[in-house]
Nanobody
């Protein structure tokens, strides 16, 4: 079955950087959109950034000048480079894949990773 596994989360000082990675596996032929969402305590899950198979990108305004999303199509991997991390950024970050084609066919609904914690210290 399709699985998404995130890595790269952890603790970083304010102003520091992290790079998150997400590998999608499970006999995948293609993925239309991959992205990152985050959820802080007491808040709804929100989109951080997304990237299509054509490498078009979309960012939340709060992170647009600081974060960069990229994608390795051949490896079914998406990255989130986070720079100038601020105390407002800590959350569980979730990898997302939408529009996945496997040998079983096309599935338009979402797949989610397990989440990785990002913590920012003062």
């Amino acid at each position: 079955q399709v699985q998404l596994v995130e890595s790269g989360g952890g603790l970083v000082q304010a102003g520091g950087s992290l790079r998150l990675s997400c590998l999608a596996s499970g006999g995948i032929f293609s993925i239309n959109v991959m992205g990152w969402y985050r959820q802080a305590p007491g808040k709804q899950r929100e989109l951080v950034a997304g990237i299509t198979s054509a490498l078009n990108t979309n960012y939340a305004n709060a992170v647009k000048v600081r974060f960069t999303i990229s994608r390795d199509i051949a490896r079914n991997t998406v990255y989130l480079e986070m720079n100038s991390l601020q105390p407002e950024d800590p959350a569980v970050y979730y990898c997302n894949a939408r529009g996945v084609t496997t040998a079983a066919g096309f599935r338009g609904s979402d797949y989610w990773g397990q989440g990785t914690q990002v913590t920012v210290s003062s």
